[in-house]
């Protein structure tokens, strides 16, 4: 069955009297009435699901019109607004939208506040009476993660989780359908989809990966195409037949909820009915083979015999480490991070993280790192801990699916640790230990698994959520040690087909050469069923070893990766070398990788050394961040990354100040941004200040809903030779025209820049902008062509 949603809200509104910059959500008190007919406008269209005009209806939103003290009141409204039209003839889906802030790391807005904000909306929209949740048009997932905790603890109504996607197909903040699918629904999402920013023809990809990905129904609320600039008005070109023309290709996709998102109208709705009540086919039944997977913000990994082996990188661990330990104990994480770092470049795809350090907070440890890391690397992480508050804070800081190392059958570890593992939606790794102590037989450790299993099962959790840890004992003590656990690895994947992992060096604990028999144990526990080894990527037998399994097993098609490691390589020519010399090749790889607490001391090294700090700045954090910028249009890093570098420069830039406060680095031009008239949103914005501001650059910064004349008067004030203007409503696009023509009017001929969600390059240029930036860093490069040109 096809379910049809209505279509776009703000257009209707604006339409029916809205006032530019007035708050849309005060009409469900002020003009209920008006809200009412909209919703029957589009219920006598063939919608069978409206949206409550509640999509800023959060406190954090409605703060903008000091409106914060009525979110119930305002959410309330809205339902009884639907409800009034819809009868028994539609379903009422609350909506609900972003905050507009980005959560820590990358922003200011803390995950609990979050988390409150979207709790207190649902609830309200829940106890109001609405029939499903529709969390709509997020960036970020952790955002998303952020939301869909707050439903499930609000509310027992189906969620609806629709992500926002860029032309790339992934959100601001990096993230695929793929992983996008897998995070939400092990997270418990009902329904999970797409809507805004693209038009049918850019989402349909993205409903085909998403509906591959998940069993889940999957929904789908295109544009109206995309906006363009005619005869001074806002257009979205798509009209209704072209839109319904769609609908028979996003439901072959695997859409079973369809709607319309910006420009869409009621004709637009009534004509995607049409379409949907003639389809020639029915709609058949999705088939979902469910695999073991973990993500992380930007990345997914799959786990079992139908996939490669993973390492499981085992660094991050202060046990039997003491300079970590002191590190971690101190708070100084530079050494977690460049362990991450390292075991990622040597090849491990997860990462164990244990802050088991006697006399810390652990919790807050864990949370700290887990925030950092899961920034500044993109394979999924390990949460290792016995501590249920450290694993609760590790895995509710973490963007994505996580690993819980581990649970055991004791009835004290399952009860505290598989609820989080539902509640969070992560996977758990499983070790057949019972009270009863250390199983030494193949036939005894599957009895345990067993039990664990059916526990697992009785939380809410499926075979595939779980890996089994198939226990190593050494040979030392005991001469079928090694040989059990082979024969308990074939088991495992004969009776229960879970993952299997396990940690090597017990194996080989007082043992000489540990190095061989851990290396060999390796490979035969490969050939017997293991998925996920725990071991140390830097060791270097293991490195050959793990080389050589993966061609043998034909992981590695035709050996490929095998022989363009080992094949020998002709010496490089002999050249005169034009590097700079190894500290700022060291201050450059920082900033490239975000180490926000490894910058400093080495800036001040430099300074010590006498190196002059116009070098520094170009040839390693200018550098840096053209490699970054460079590495993020090509789609090897994401906006998160970017962040975390910008950061690191500006700590930089700082401390050159603060070692030679009589030096001042040269500005490289002054930026006047601003969010045009009646647009709240400034999230956008900002992260072009950040980028702009750590690039050099001086910024001025208007804030958001800033009228024509404001932006005058500052350009008069401050002279800038960069004017940045942002809107991210389709009602507020003429405003960027507006705008420039007022500057013009004025007599400037200031540079400008565009950008925002809905914006295109065609509009941008009929606007009269001199350069369309699509995000930040295209913001960055074009400022400085700019200038340079103007030089």
């Known amino acids: 069955m096809i379910h049809i949603f209505d279509g776009a809200m703000g257009t209707m509104l604006h339409q029916a009297g809205l006032a530019p910059g007035e708050c849309p959500e005060a009409w469900n008190i002020a003009h209920p009435e008006k809200i009412t007919k909209i919703h029957r406008q589009y219920i006598e269209a063939g919608a069978t699901i409206i949206e409550t005009n509640t999509f800023g209806g959060n406190r954090i939103k409605l703060a903008h019109y000091g409106l914060e003290q009525k979110t119930v009141a305002i959410n309330a409204a809205a339902v009884a607004a639907a409800r009034q039209a819809a009868g028994t003839h539609a379903q009422l889906a609350g909506s609900v939208g972003p905050t507009g802030k980005f959560i820590a790391p990358l922003g200011d807005l803390t995950f609990d506040t979050a988390y409150d904000v979207f709790f207190e909306q649902i609830s309200a929209l829940d106890q109001a009476g609405i029939d499903f949740i529709i969390i709509e048009t997020i960036i970020d997932m952790q955002e998303m993660r952020a939301a869909l905790l707050a439903a499930k603890a609000a509310t027992r109504k189906p969620i609806i989780c629709q992500l926002s996607f860029d032309a790339d197909g992934r959100t601001v903040t990096g993230t695929d359908p793929r992983t996008a699918a897998i995070t939400l629904e092990a997270m418990g999402a009902t329904i999970i989809g797409a809507n805004c920013s693209l038009g049918p023809a850019q989402l349909l990809p993205v409903i085909a990966t998403l509906a591959q990905s998940s069993s889940l129904a999957i929904s789908v609320q295109p544009n109206a195409g995309m906006p363009e600039l005619i005869n001074g008005h806002t257009v979205f070109p798509m009209k209704a037949g072209e839109m319904a023309a769609w609908i028979p290709k996003l439901v072959a996709a695997g859409a079973t909820f369809i709607g319309g998102c910006c420009g869409t109208t009621p004709a637009h709705i009534k004509a995607i009915r049409q379409a949907v009540d003639n389809l020639s086919t029915p709609v058949s039944h999705r088939p979902h083979t469910a695999c073991t997977a973990l993500t992380s913000r930007t990345r997914t990994l799959y786990l079992g015999p139908r996939f490669a082996p993973v390492i499981i990188g085992e660094r991050i661990n202060p046990t039997g480490r003491k300079a970590l330990a002191k590190d971690i104990k101190e708070g100084n994480l530079i050494t977690v991070k460049k362990e991450a770092l390292a075991q990622i470049k040597a090849g491990a795809g997860i990462l164990d993280v244990n802050m088991g350090v006697p006399g810390i907070n652990q919790a807050a440890t864990m949370k700290q790192v887990i925030e950092e890391l899961s920034v500044l690397v993109d394979a999924p992480l390990a949460i290792d801990t016995t501590d249920p508050a450290a694993l609760e804070a590790g895995l509710r800081a973490y963007p994505g699916r996580a690993l819980i190392n581990s649970v055991t059958a004791e009835a004290e570890r399952l009860e505290s640790f598989l609820p989080l593992a539902k509640k969070y939606g992560a996977t758990v790794l499983c070790l057949p230990l019972s009270d009863g102590g250390v199983p030494t037989t193949a036939a005894e450790r599957i009895k345990v698994a067993k039990q664990i299993i059916d526990v697992a099962v009785e939380h809410g959790l499926n075979r595939q959520d779980l890996l089994l840890d198939a226990l190593v004992m050494t040979v030392a003590t005991d001469a079928r040690a090694a040989a059990e656990t082979l024969l308990t690895l074939k088991l495992y994947r004969e009776h229960f087909g879970c993952p299997a992992v396990m940690g090597l060096s017990n194996v080989s604990f007082g043992l000489p050469r540990r190095d061989l028999m851990n290396a060999s144990f390796c490979a035969m526990a490969l050939a017997s069923g293991l998925d996920a080894p725990i071991l140390n990527p830097f060791d270097p037998l293991m490195q050959d070893i793990w080389s050589a399994a993966s061609a043998l097993s034909g992981h590695d098609s035709q050996a490929i990766a095998y022989s363009r490691k080992y094949v020998e390589q002709p010496a490089p020519p002999v050249t005169v070398s034009n590097t700079p010399p190894d500290l700022l090749m060291q201050i450059r790889q920082t900033v490239i990788n975000g180490e926000t607490t490894g910058v400093a001391p080495l800036i001040r090294q430099a300074l010590a050394e006498n190196y002059p700090p116009l070098t520094i700045t170009d040839q390693a954090l200018t550098a840096a961040m053209n490699e970054v910028g460079l590495a993020f249009g090509q789609g090897r890093c ?121 914006l295109t390059e065609s509009y941008a240029l009929q606007a009269g902008a001199d350069a369309y930036a699509a995000n930040g860093v295209a913001a960055v490069n074009i400022a400085k062509q700019l200038l340079g040109s103007s030089n």
């Open 638 to 758: 994401f906006l998160p990354q970017v962040l975390l570098s910008a950061e690191t420069m500006r700590i930089a830039f700082n401390t050159i100040k603060e070692v030679l406060p009589a030096h001042t680095t040269q500005s490289l031009g002054t930026v006047l941004l601003a969010t045009v008239k009646g647009d709240i949103h400034d999230l956008g914005k900002n992260i072009v200040a950040a980028l702009m501001e750590n690039n050099g650059f001086t910024v001025i910064d208007l804030g958001k809903d800033v009228a024509p004349a404001a932006i005058v008067a500052a350009t008069k004030e401050y002279r800038p030779h960069i004017i940045g203007l942002c809107a991210l409503m389709t009602t507020t696009l003429p405003q960027v025209d507006i705008t420039i023509n007022a500057l013009k009017a004025a007599g400037f001929t200031v540079k400008t820049i565009v950008g925002g969600a809905v």
